[in-house]
C-alpha cells in the first residue's frame, strides 16, 4: 500500500474522529469513538488515481453506513486533506471468490447520496428485455391506506442489544426506501419481539419524508384473503397491478404463505416487479428464510437477495427502559424497585411486557393510588393467576401447527413428509413431556396412531435434538411458546 497515501487516509479519520460529536450531536462521545474505531477500523484505502479515491470495505453493509452516517464528515475529511472534488469508490469485497473475480466498485460523487445500485444480473430465467405481464399502461396511483400505527414510531423504538443491527439497518432504509443494498429486509425473531414495530416504523418514517411515496402494511393472511377473493373472480391481474402501485411493501408473518402454492406464485411476481423497479420489501417471520418449511426455492432465495436480521428478546436493561419510555408516555412514575420488578417478571417478550404496563396503569387509574411495590406484585399475581394457560394436547398442537404454519388435519393425517412427520413427532414429544397423558391417549388424539409410534416419536426427538441443531432449536423454541 501507498504510504502517502496511508498517512493521508490516516489524517483523514483522524480530522472526523476529532469532529463526531459535533456531527453526530450527542454528547455521549466515547460510544460515539468507539463505535466510529470498529466500524473504520476494517476500511482500507487501495488506491488514490486522478482525486478518485478507492476504499475496500468487508460487505455492502460497510459502504452503506458509511453513506447513510458519516458521508458529510467523510467529504470534508477528504476536501482538507486531498482537496476539492475527489470521488469516492469502494471495492466491495462480501461473495467474491478469491482471484475468480474483479472486486464491485461503485460510485458514491461528491457530498450527495450515491445512485441506487442497479442489479447487475438479471434473477435466473429473467431475460433484461422481458416484459411484465401485469403492467397496465397508464395505471395511476390511487390513494390507499397505509395501514400503519402511530405509536409504532422509531421514537417510541427502544434499542438494545437484541435488536440494534436490525435497528440500524431499518433507519438506513427509511431514508433511502429500495435504494438500498438492504431490499428485501427480512426481520425473523419470536413472537412480541417488536418485528412489527419496527416494519412499521420503517413505513412511518418514509410517510413522513417522502409523502407522495405509497406505502401498504398487511399480515400475511390478509394477503391471501385477498388473493383468494381475487382468484374466486377472475381478478388476479388487477389484484397483481394494485400492488405493483406500491414503494413500500410490509408483510407480517410470512411464513403463513406456507403451502399456499398459488398465492406464493402470484406473491412471486408482486415481488419480482417491485424489486426490479426499486421499490422495498419489508417482511416479517418468526423463523429464518431457510426454516421456513413448504416455500417455494426460488422465493426463499429472494428472500435472502437482502438481508435478514434476528430480533432477540429484550435483555434486562432493555426491557426496563421500555417499561419507563411506556409509563412516561402515561404520565405514571414508578420507583427504581418497582421498575426492577416489572423488568424482571416478563422476560419472554415485548408483547407480555407490554401487556403487564397496561395493566399497571388501569391499576394506578382506577384507585387512584400511588402503588407500593407489595401492591404492584399482588396485582401482578393475580393477572398470572387469571391468564395461566392448562397446556393440553389439543393446546400442545395448536402451538405447534402455529409455529410450523400447517393445518390441523396435516398434523393429525397419515403423510410421512418431513415437513408434516416432523412437527408431528415433536408434538407427541412434548404431549408426553408436558402432560400426564399416557402414550395409548397421545395416539388417539394425534389421529389414532398407535402407542408405539408415539414412543418411537419422543425417542427420536430426544435423541435427534442432541445432534441437530436444528431439531435443538425446534424443542428451545416450541417449550418456550408453550409454557408461555
Not at 45 to 67: A, G, R, W
Not at 255 to 280: E, V
Not at 371 to 392: F, M, P, R, W, Y
Amino acid at each position: 500500500m501507498n504510504e502517502n497515501l496511508m498517512l493521508t487516509w490516516q489524517k483523514c479519520l483522524q480530522f472526523m474522529r476529532d469532529n463526531l460529536n459535533a456531527a453526530e450531536d450527542n454528547s455521549d462521545l466515547k460510544k460515539l469513538e468507539k463505535s466510529f474505531d470498529l466500524l473504520f477500523d476494517k476500511v482500507q484505502p487501495i488506491s488514490l488515481v486522478d482525486n478518485n479515491l478507492t476504499l475496500m470495505v468487508p460487505s455492502d453493509f460497510y459502504k452503506e453506513y458509511i453513506e447513510d452516517n458519516y458521508l458529510s464528515l467523510l467529504s470534508a475529511a477528504l476536501k482538507k486533506n486531498i482537496g476539492k472534488g475527489v470521488k469516492l469508490w469502494y471495492s466491495v469485497m462480501e461473495n467474491k471468490p478469491s482471484g475468480l473475480e474483479k472486486p464491485v466498485t461503485m460510485n458514491m460523487k461528491g457530498k450527495t447520496v450515491p445512485t441506487p445500485k442497479v442489479q447487475e444480473t438479471m434473477p435466473q430465467g429473467f431475460s433484461s428485455n422481458i416484459v411484465n405481464p401485469f403492467v397496465v399502461p397508464g395505471i395511476k396511483k390511487v390513494n390507499i391506506d397505509s395501514n400503519l400505527k402511530s405509536d409504532f414510531s422509531f421514537d417510541n423504538y427502544v434499542e438494545g442489544e437484541s435488536n440494534k443491527f436490525a435497528a440500524t439497518v431499518a433507519r438506513s432504509i427509511a431514508k433511502r426506501p429500495g435504494a438500498t443494498a438492504f431490499n428485501p429486509l427480512f426481520l425473523y425473531g419470536g413472537y412480541g419481539v417488536g418485528k412489527t414495530h419496527l416494519g412499521q416504523a420503517v413505513g412511518l418514517e418514509v410517510k413522513s419524508q417522502f409523502p407522495d411515496k405509497v406505502v401498504l402494511y398487511l399480515s400475511s393472511e390478509k394477503f391471501i384473503q385477498q388473493f383468494i377473493s381475487a382468484a374466486k373472480a377472475h381478478k388476479q391481474t388487477e389484484f397483481a397491478n394494485f400492488y405493483q402501485m406500491v414503494d413500500v411493501l410490509i408483510i407480517d408473518d410470512i411464513q403463513f404463505l406456507s403451502g399456499k402454492s398459488a398465492t406464493q406464485d402470484s406473491f412471486f411476481h408482486i415481488f419480482d416487479y417491485l424489486h426490479q423497479n426499486g421499490k422495498q420489501i419489508i417482511l416479517t417471520s418468526d423463523k429464518a428464510p431457510a426454516d421456513i418449511m413448504d416455500i417455494q426455492d426460488r422465493i426463499v432465495s429472494r428472500f435472502k437477495w437482502g438481508l435478514s436480521a434476528e430480533i432477540k428478546s429484550p435483555d434486562y436493561s432493555t426491557r426496563k427502559q421500555i417499561i419507563v419510555d411506556k409509563l412516561s408516555r402515561d404520565g405514571i412514575v414508578l420507583t427504581e424497585d418497582m421498575l426492577d420488578f416489572l423488568a424482571s417478571e416478563a422476560k419472554t417478550n415485548v408483547r407480555e411486557l407490554i401487556g403487564v404496563i397496561n395493566s399497571v396503569i388501569a391499576y394506578s387509574t382506577i384507585y387512584k393510588s400511588d402503588l407500593s411495590l407489595e401492591l404492584l406484585k399482588d396485582t401482578i399475581n393475580k393477572i398470572a393467576a387469571n391468564q395461566k394457560k392448562i397446556i393440553n394436547i389439543p393446546y400442545i398442537q395448536e402451538v405447534v401447527c402455529d409455529y410450523f404454519g400447517i393445518k390441523r388435519e396435516q398434523l393429525l393425517s397419515k403423510t410421512r413428509k418431513r415437513e408434516i412427520a416432523l412437527p408431528r413427532q415433536l408434538a407427541m414429544y412434548f404431549a408426553k413431556e408436558l402432560t400426564n397423558a399416557t402414550f395409548t391417549k397421545i395416539g388417539e388424539e394425534m389421529g389414532g396412531k398407535d402407542h408405539s409410534t408415539v414412543m418411537y416419536a419422543c425417542e427420536t426427538i430426544k435423541d435427534v435434538s442432541k445432534i441437530d441443531k436444528e431439531v435443538k432449536k425446534y424443542v428451545k423454541e416450541l417449550s418456550e411458546r408453550i409454557k408461555q
